[in-house]
């Protein structure tokens, strides 16, 4: 069975940084799409970005020239780099793998307040 494991968040105030991982593992890693999506409390789990096998990348708006997503298929991780953080970028971040099917991770908390 597929397993990814999210790592990296925390508190952080306004326009501070943070990196998330993602570690997946019973996958062939290089073939799948990755990608991060949010939910903030009373919303709907929303996409971040994605990053397809071949390296092209696709974002949300409110995150582009701020968050950078990366994967490095020989260590089978995914990354989300995160600068300039708002507190509307608080929420819970989920590490997704696609190819046909999806699984996810378990989440991590991401927090941005003073």
């Known amino acids: 069975q597929v397993q990814l494991v999210e790592s990296g968040g925390g508190l952080v105030q306004p326009g501070g940084s943070l990196k998330l991982s993602c570690a997946a593992s019973r996958i062939i890693f290089s073939v799948y799409t990755m990608g991060w999506y949010r939910q903030a409390p009373g919303k709907q789990r929303e996409l971040v970005a994605t990053?397809?096998?071949?390296?092209?990348?696709n974002s949300v708006d409110s995150v582009k020239g701020r968050f950078t997503i990366s994967r490095d298929n020989a260590k089978n991780t995914v990354y989300l780099q995160m600068n300039s953080l708002k507190p509307e970028d608080t929420a819970v971040y989920y590490c997704n793998a696609r190819f046909g099917s999806e699984c996810w991770g378990q989440g991590t908390q991401v927090t941005v307040s003073s």
């Open positions: 990053i397809t096998s071949g390296g092209r990348i």
